[in-house]
């Protein structure tokens, strides 16, 4: 009895030792910058992966002058189109808020860019300096890496239609119906 509790209690000690560690957060790895002039306010874009491509997640940091003590503001995403696609200039507009691993900044987590083509990032930062606006222009996000989205889900559902086959062919061979009784 004395050995499995103590080897309960050495299991239990050694899982809230390690517990901490595995809930931290992956640290933020910013590979590239840009500089943008908001007005009175410089700000600096960070980027987790660059080159930028589509559909890939990665992390944004906004970073002003200064720090975002006493600031606040509004990022809008907008796609600048190209030949194929009609140029609409509206995007996606939401308030700055800050990262949630890194949060001395502002940024958002695990986003991606939904299309190819060219970009662009336009701030609006209201600080003690007053209003300032500014624009990320040319960023270039490249084609979705790896297979078409097609094609991926397809391979990924072969499984799926194995898996259905398999569980069809084995209750048709033990259906009680599949026997007949036979007189002897």
Do not use: C
């Not at 874009?45 to 720090?67: C, E, H, K, N, Y």
């Not at 995403?77 to 800050?98: D, H, I, K, M």
Request: glycine share 12%; charged share 15%; net charge positive.
């Amino acid at each position: 009895m004395i050995k499995r509790l103590s080897a309960l209690l050495a299991a239990l000690g050694a899982l809230v030792v390690s517990a901490p560690s595995a809930a931290a957060y992956e640290p933020v790895n910013i590979v590239h910058t840009e500089r943008v002039q908001a007005g009175p306010y410089g700000l600096t874009v960070g980027f987790s992966t660059w080159p930028v491509r589509a559909m890939q997640s990665l992390d944004f940091t906004f970073v002003p002058d200064g720090g975002i003590a006493g600031k606040s503001g509004t990022l809008q995403q907008r796609f600048q189109g190209t030949a194929q696609v009609e140029n609409t200039g509206r995007g996606r507009s939401a308030p700055l808020a800050r990262h949630p691993r890194k949060r001395d900044v502002w940024g958002l987590d695990i986003r991606s860019l939904d299309r190819p083509g060219e970009w662009s990032l336009a701030f609006t930062i209201d600080g003690p300096a007053g209003r300032g606006e500014g624009v990320l222009t040319g960023l270039q996000v490249l084609d979705q890496p790896g297979p078409p989205l097609a094609l991926s889900w397809s391979v990924s559902a072969l499984p799926l239609f194995g898996l259905v086959g398999f569980l069809a062919v084995a209750w048709r061979r033990s259906s009680p119906n599949r026997y007949e009784l036979v007189a002897i």
